[in-house]
C-alpha cells in the first residue's frame, strides 16, 4: 500500500492550493479516504472524509466552506482543494485510509505554508 502526497508549498493568505493523493496497492475504490493536517506543536487532526463512492463528505468546523474533498477512483486519487488559505492552515498535510482491524496507512505528508 502507498500514499503519496503532492500539490504543498508557500502560499498567501487568501490563495489556494490542490493537493493530490495518489495511491497504489489496494483496491482504492473500496475505502474511505481522509486528508489529516499537523500543525506544529499541535495533535494531527481530521481536515476531511470522503467516502468509498464519493457520494458522501465531512468536514471538519474550521474549514467548513472553505477546502473540498472529492476522489477520482479511475485515477486511484484522492484531492482536497483548500481556497480561502489563512495562517492557521499552516500544516503537514496527510491522506490516510483505514483498513479496518487489518490496520491504517498514511502517506509521508505534504508542507502547507500560508503566510505573506
Known amino acids: 500500500v502507498q500514499l503519496v502526497e503532492s500539490g504543498g508549498g508557500l502560499v498567501q493568505p487568501g490563495g489556494s492550493l490542490r493537493l493530490s493523493c495518489a495511491t497504489s496497492?489496494?483496491?482504492?475504490?473500496?475505502?474511505?479516504m481522509s486528508w489529516y493536517r499537523q500543525a506544529p506543536g499541535k495533535e494531527r487532526e481530521l481536515v476531511a472524509s470522503?467516502?468509498?463512492?464519493?457520494?458522501?463528505?465531512n468536514y471538519a468546523d474550521s474549514i467548513k466552506g472553505r477546502f473540498t474533498i472529492s476522489r477520482d477512483n479511475a485515477k486511484n486519487t484522492v484531492y482536497l482543494q483548500m481556497n480561502s488559505l489563512e495562517p492557521e492552515d499552516t500544516a503537514v498535510y496527510y491522506c490516510k485510509t483505514s483498513f479496518g482491524i487489518r490496520g491504517s496507512y498514511w502517506g509521508q505528508g505534504t508542507q502547507v505554508t500560508v503566510s505573506s
Open positions: 496497492g489496494f483496491t482504492f475504490s473500496s475505502y474511505v
Open positions: 470522503i467516502s468509498s463512492a464519493g457520494g458522501r463528505t
